[in-house]
């Protein structure tokens, strides 16, 4: 599924450039918000797997609707609004189907196989896409879906089920409810609180949370009066709600700072589909002789890194970790999504110290510089090695912080981010070329890069990049994990 996915999106902004002939920035726009309606679909999927659906029809769905539509060559006026149908309604297919199957094992592994899947994608495909073979590729591609779905189907009797757990709106929407009802009450202490009885919350399945004295004005939600009870009655889920139902909505809030933290990653990590695409096809991609290296293979840098520093982190960061730190783990979801943070902010560098050596070797304006392609592989090196930090950290840490209930939506919540990043993306690079392209000169991001300072963005996303881990860093120190009543084990550790 993942080896159809990049098989589309790999080549897509040089698709956009050569067959549509959209200028740079129109073209990385385009990528930035059709990458960013792919994962914004996750949230909708998330929604069906947790209340309605659950995690195996949610996947089987989504990966037909992923099968339906497959983007062509436009030929024609119809062709071309063909081809943005078939775009999105890929996007809606892929979008809905990860946060459920990312939930049916372990982060490193899921995040493993979609980089496997990438990787020949880009090492296959886009050299075929390069020459212009786009049915072909596209093709391909949605034969790779046909075969995921297959296989996917063919593991029905091996995977474990879990029951849907209702509609996760409607029961944060009662605790705002019913604390707006008694707002005017006092808080009393977490023990004299309405919970029901026995070891699983109301909804069977689900572990109880643990009282915590964030938010206190919801706990009103939790107060029992004796209306709540008036005339033998059964309580009301709108005027009475468990403690467990109080913090599931805490949880969700405490979240939130952390993860508005993380779009500013994302916009660094969809400039690898993007503006580092446009960069690349403007060096040289002559590698040995008659050897030409399309620009958007060299995304296969980004996915090497990816599978060496998985197996390193596990085998010898985490064991010197631990020895230094004592934690099982070697360090805390939290620090290993502010390292990720550190090292794309020295990507950007690179990416930066990389364009302002390739200005300096440009001998003809029309022409690519003469510096060899292979000169972006430590950018996105460095970005690969990033996403392990942060994009398995992120995984790990929103589906260990959400509640029972909302485990697809704590996958989705990761990728929400990249949705967001990728349209925040897409606005900076519309802002950057409005504002730079005034009184007649030529602005940062340009249709021919030789006459750009492609360089300055990068740096632009260096220095938001500084900002946003100072904030990172302050909500991390204030932040407080969840607890599950019961087994010590359960306890989530103290994320300081």
Not at 26 to 38: E, N
Not at 105 to 119: C, T, W
Request: aromatic residues 14%; charged residues 15%.
């Amino acid at each position: 599924m993942n080896f159809a996915f990049y098989g589309v999106a790999v080549d897509l902004v040089v698709f956009m450039r050569r067959v549509l002939h959209q200028e740079n920035a129109t073209a990385a726009s385009f990528i930035s918000m059709w990458t960013g309606t792919v994962y914004i679909f996750s949230l909708f999927g998330a929604f069906l797997s947790d209340s309605y659906m659950g995690r195996y029809r949610t996947c089987v769905m989504f990966q037909i609707i992923f099968l339906i539509h497959r983007p062509c060559q436009p030929p024609s006026q119809l062709g071309v609004v063909m081809f943005y149908i078939s775009t999105f309604t890929t996007a809606f297919g892929i979008g809905g189907y990860q946060p459920s199957v990312a939930t049916f094992g372990a982060d490193h592994y899921f995040y493993l196989a979609l980089n496997i899947g990438s990787l020949f994608s880009d090492s296959f495909l886009a050299f075929y896409e390069d020459k212009g073979m786009w049915v072909m590729g596209f093709g391909v591609s949605a034969v790779a879906v046909a075969l995921g779905l297959l296989l996917f189907l063919l593991g029905t009797p091996y995977y474990r089920h879990c029951k849907q757990s209702g509609n996760p709106l409607t029961r944060m929407a009662q605790v705002f409810v019913a604390a707006f009802c008694k707002r005017h009450l006092q808080p009393p202490p977490g023990e004299v609180l309405h919970e029901v009885e026995g070891e699983d919350s109301e909804t069977q399945g689900i572990r109880k949370l643990l009282h915590s004295d964030q938010l206190r004005c919801l706990d009103k939600a939790a107060i029992v009066t004796e209306e709540d009870y008036h005339a033998g009655k059964a309580k009301n889920p709108w005027r009475l709600c468990t403690v467990t139902q109080v913090e599931e909505v805490k949880c969700i809030l405490s979240l939130i700072p952390i993860w508005m933290c993380t779009i500013i990653f994302s916009v660094e990590f969809t400039q690898m589909a993007s503006t580092f695409v446009e960069q690349g096809t403007a060096m040289d991609t002559n590698l040995f002789g008659n050897f030409y290296m399309p620009a958007a293979s060299m995304s296969m840098f980004d996915i090497a890194s990816v599978i060496l520093s998985v197996f390193a982190y596990n085998f010898f960061f985490v064991p010197m970790a631990t020895w230094f730190t004592k934690n099982p783990a070697g360090i805390t979801e939290l620090q290993r999504m502010g390292t990720g943070l550190v090292i794309a902010l020295v990507g950007m560098l690179a990416a930066a110290i990389v364009e302002v050596y390739r200005l300096r070797r440009v001998l003809a304006k029309d022409q690519p510089s003469p510096m060899s392609v292979l000169w972006q592989a430590p950018q996105y090196m460095l970005i690969g090695a990033s996403e392990v930090f942060m994009y398995i950290g992120q995984l790990d840490f929103f589906n260990e912080q959400t509640p029972d209930s909302m485990k697809c939506f704590g996958s989705s919540l990761c990728m929400a981010s990249i949705s967001l990043g990728n349209y925040a993306s897409m606005l900076m690079v519309s802002a950057v070329t409005s504002i730079t392209n005034r009184q007649n000169k030529n602005g940062w991001i340009t249709k021919n890069l030789n006459y750009g300072h492609l360089e300055r963005f990068f740096l632009l996303l260096a220095v938001l990049s500084v900002i946003d881990f100072i904030f990172f860093a302050l909500f991390s120190m204030m932040y407080k994990g969840i607890q599950f009543q019961g087994r010590e084990k359960d306890i989530s550790p103290n994320y300081n």
